[in-house]
């Protein structure tokens, strides 16, 4: 038997941002790359930040119905001393097939047990089966290469305080301990795109990286003043020095982009935000189609609860004689996460309309004479065909549903739809909007358009 | 010189410039306005006769000359039997019988038009009375309301960049192809055959490796008329794009107009305006080179300004400073590109062999690494397809070659060229067979064949063109 890896990287393309190229392979080949999240994870590995790539996992077996011992490792991995060390946890329940998998590829006993696996040999470098105390952990996670990296890029800035890289590693060393410490005093485990592939959850990640979603802190204990600057005070402070010396544009911040959302539950980062976001929309009016001024922006009004969208993108003046959308697509993709009143809702919806009016959709197309109507796939022009209409259902369709039902103009919702309908025949289409309704609490629209048919065919 | 890299990272930014032509042949869906929408500077549009004349190349002519030229406008022709065709002929009521063109603004209005050749005179008084502003004009205007838009001036920059390639072009001839390519794949030998023919190999001896050119072909200056004339606005452009830190707002990815208006003009090394500035400029570049120097899109800036001064070399720009605390190479990966660059320039291999050498190491592993997540994957869907215990650690993976993965790519070639250069010549074999084992396609051997004959290295070429069946 041979297995087949779709390789979306090459040896010549390092420089095209993974994130991009993968995820553009990922969605135009879902069904092949659904099986190959180790092979996205090696991706997302070489293309980390080298500092922020640990030299080693951490991957625990519970016994079977239990979580005893990755409980114990999670609060061990809290203490202090163990803070510096970023160490990556990957836990497995015995009866299961990657539990199965972990003992068979290691030999193991069938048993409850720890292992720091190396990343490059994938072998094991310590194992155990109780707890370990936090110095002989240490003395483990120092023989597999973990460092201090925070002290060191601190000793490292005091040398080269103009390098904005050494920044920008410590900013986001720093960023990893704040999330790691907040999670703990907040009581609940928010999870990375990369822990998502950890777990085997390619659907999660897809989500995650095309929509940006909004943590649910609903059930996190609040995070009082002194756990809030224990948490957070070191990375807001560098993060405040980054933007007093304006080296801010210069830096990518890439939790903006995987990082956890937890800043919401932060008076200290709240306010910092607060403070900064007016420089960050100054920076728009310059080159208002930086996406990465954008990132952060959108960032920090999502931390702030949303912030009108109306007045910034009026404020914007795209360059004129240029092909190119006006907001970057992606943009306005992420927009969705911080609307949050009527009217940004019904800016969204004028943007999608802009959309949906000046560009070919195969959603709005006729069908083909012998296209069917059925749903049911036939041939390769068929599965091409639903996965155009998908496509454009993804993209353009359900974003401009949802942003008119949100904006309270459900006749318009209904108008696009049914020209969707009639023009495409396509039949996933009635279940999809009636989805989209429910989840905009319309459960009314919902269950007209579930029923709906093209005109003609009623 | 520029690196598959590079090349890959201009296509990728090609969206990034400033016109956009819609291949219209063969789609009946187009409309007019579609393919002007794209045009608010207008554009030349024509249409063949029935019989099959067409105006096209004359237009295409005619506008790569003075004074068309310097309106930078597309044309396009289009399809008599496309709809798009159609309604174009019908705006105008023409015939079938000639050939037709029309200057067309983007609201479809026909400002010129007729059924012959026209001139480049005619099609720029015919621009200049009509209302349009071409890309240039309508940014310049922008620019004056709104000073400090960065995405603005960048395009303004490739504009006028554009413009003054195309000029310097016309006057001095198309830019010969560069000495010694990246590949170096399609060269043909220069060195004698010293080695023999008998495969045998010298570790360390550079004796009878060919050198390849270190002086380069005179290049052609243009007087300073000329030079004022063309490049005197990029110039000043380009002066105020990174005095006043526009090029700063560069993409993670490298992509973007920002990162392509930073990159000065290829043609650089001909205008010694341009030369003089890249000397000025190269100072600010690297002071933010060395605050990051992992970053790739500033190195290619600054390759672009070193090649036009032909000054400094990389490793200069990263003495005195050290590797980030974690950081797994030095010089950074980053740099790769213009080290490469500048041992293609000198003929000295010696700095960029060993960087290529750890670029190659860790392409190497992460091959494994893939390989080993592809049995973790393949274990995983047997898992939850039959359920137990998969059998997939023992099984053979097959990476695929999708972009040529592991085979014999620039950066592999680059690497047993540098080892060839330097005499290591059993290095060089070790590398390529370690490849032809993994892609063992006759072009491998084939690529790798000539590398050797124009690296001088006649016994390999011979034993590896042997593989080639």
Known sequence: ?458 | MRTLKLAFASFLAINALPAQTLVTAGDNNLSLARVLRFHPEGMLLCLPSAQGQSLAQAIESALDQEPAVALQLSSQELGLGLKVGAELQRLNGWSSEKPHWALVGPDKRVHAEGSEPPTPRLIFEAYRQSPLRTRAEGLRDFLKINLDHTDALARLVLETRSLAERRTERLLGPKPPTPVPESSLSKEGTGEPKDGPNNSIQEGSTANIAQPPTVLPALALLPEEQDAKIWDDYAALYGRFITEGHWLDLAPDGSGPVSLAGQLSDSAEHSPRLIALAQKLLPIIEDHLRNRPSDEARWQIWTSLRSATGEVRPSAVLQGLRPLPGAQRWPPAAALNAFVEEAQRTGNWHEAEPILQTSYDQNLEFLHALEAASREDASQRWIATHGGVSNASNTKVEMGNYFGFGGWNGEIALLVEAKLRLGKLAEADRIFQEVYARVPKNATAEGASTLARTCGAIGLAEKWGRLAR
């Open chain 1, 1 to 458: 038997m041979v297995f087949s890896v779709p390789s979306p990287c090459s040896l010549n393309l390092r420089i095209i941002s993974f994130r991009r190229l993968a995820l553009g392979f990922a969605l135009s080949m879902p069904f092949t790359l659904c099986g190959q999240t180790a092979v996205m994870r090696a991706h997302m590995d070489r293309n980390a930040g080298e500092s922020t790539t640990s030299p080693a996992t951490l991957s625990v077996l519970d016994a079977k119905g239990t979580s005893t011992l990755s409980d114990g490792f999670f609060s061990l991995l809290q203490a202090e001393e163990l803070r510096p060390y970023q160490v990556p946890m990957r836990s497995y329940a015995m009866g299961s097939g990657t539990g199965k998998d972990l003992i068979s590829k290691n030999h193991l006993l069938p048993k409850a047990q720890w292992l720091l696996i190396d990343k490059r040999s994938s072998t094991p470098l310590a194992q155990g089966e109780g707890i370990p105390d936090a110095q002989t952990f240490i003395a483990h996670l120092k023989k597999a290469g973990f460092r201090d990296l925070v002290k060191e890029l601190r000793a490292y800035l005091k040398e080269f305080p103009d390098s904005l890289e050494a920044h920008e590693q410590l900013l986001n060393q720093l960023r990893q301990r704040g999330e790691r410490a907040a999670q703990r005093y907040m009581g609940i485990q928010v999870e990375t795109n990369r822990e998502r592939l950890d777990r085997g959850d390619f659907a999660g990640y897809l989500r995650a990286e095309t929509a940006r979603e909004k943590t649910d802190l609903s059930k996190a204990r609040p995070l009082d003043a002194v756990q809030d600057l224990e948490a957070w005070a070191a990375f807001a402070q560098e993060l405040e020095t980054i933007f007093q010396s304006g080296e801010w544009r210069e830096i990518d911040f890439p939790w903006v982009r995987g990082g956890r959302a937890l800043d919401t539950a932060s008076p200290t980062l709240r306010s910092l935000y607060r403070r900064w976001q007016p420089a960050v929309e100054a920076a728009l009016q310059r080159d208002p189609a930086f996406e990465s001024f954008w990132d952060l922006w959108i960032w920090m009004s999502q931390v702030q609860g949303g912030k009108p969208l109306a007045p910034l993108l009026a404020s914007l003046k795209p360059t004129p004689f240029t092909t190119e959308q006006w907001p970057p697509a992606r943009v306005v993709q992420a927009l969705f996460s911080v609307a949050s009143t009527q009217d940004d809702w019904h800016t969204l919806e004028n943007l999608y309309q802009a959309q949906w009016d000046d560009d070919p959709h195969p959603l709005r197309e006729p069908a083909p004479k012998n296209a069917t109507i059925s749903g049911a796939l036939q041939g390769s022009g068929q599965e091409i065909r639903a996965a155009l209409l998908d496509q454009d259902w993804t993209a353009c369709l359900a974003p401009l549903l949802e942003s008119c039902i949100r904006s309270g103009d459900t006749n318009q919702a209904d108008a696009l739809f049914i020209q969707a309908l009639d023009a495409s025949r396509w039949m996933a289409l009635p279940a999809k909007a009636a989805e989209l309704a429910k989840r905009c609490g319309q459960p009314a629209v919902a269950a007209r358009w579930s029923v709906s048919r093209p005109t003609d065919s009623r």
